[in-house]
């Protein structure tokens, strides 16, 4: 577990210090549905389903906290470089590359026991990581619409 919480740091870390390329109502914003949108997926999953948990069986505030500092640290760290400039198939890439580093992470935190699997399989969160990564790009587009049509009616 002590590995669990170093790597949470980690995340917490780099995310606090990488420079920003996104703006901190942006990040705000995509935080805040990331771990909406991720809670709620677990929400289902895990009580209504019983397809995977956090720790033991239950809702315990550590995993709570581990989680809200997970989705925010690994919302931030990859919408931040999203190569939004570049062309598909970079943007393709880099999705696909945040697919596999949260493969490896799931597969971490299921061998250190933080997360474990009853129905799941690792192959099911490897078909849906890219498709979470493109929801929070979606996002993403969206706030920064918003923001930019908030800023044209503050003009008028």
């Known amino acids: ?13 780099l995310s606090i210090i990488v420079p920003k390329r996104i703006s901190m109502i942006e990040i705000y914003a995509t935080s805040f549905f990331a771990y909406s949108f991720g809670i709620t997926t677990d929400i289902i999953l895990n009580f209504k389903y019983d397809w995977y948990g956090y720790g033991e069986e239950g809702a315990q505030i550590y995993t709570t906290i581990c989680l809200i ?5 690994i919302n ?8 939004f400039s570049l062309k598909a198939l970079h943007k393709t890439l880099y999705i696909l590359l945040w ?6 992470y799931e597969a971490f935190i299921v061998h250190t026991h933080m997360f474990y699997y009853n129905e799941w399989k690792l192959w099911y969160s490897a078909i849906l990581y890219p498709i979470i990564f493109s929801i929070l790009i979606g996002n993403l587009i969206l706030v920064k619409k918003l923001l930019l ?8």
């Open 1 to 13: 577990m002590t590995l669990v919480y170093i790597s949470i740091f980690i995340l917490v870390f």
């Open 76 to 83: 931030i760290l990859y919408l931040n470089f999203f190569p």
């Open 99 to 104: 697919t596999l580093l949260s493969i490896a």
């Open 149 to 156: 049509k908030f800023k044209q009616n503050q003009m008028q």
């Open 69 to 73: 500092l997970v989705y925010f640290s």
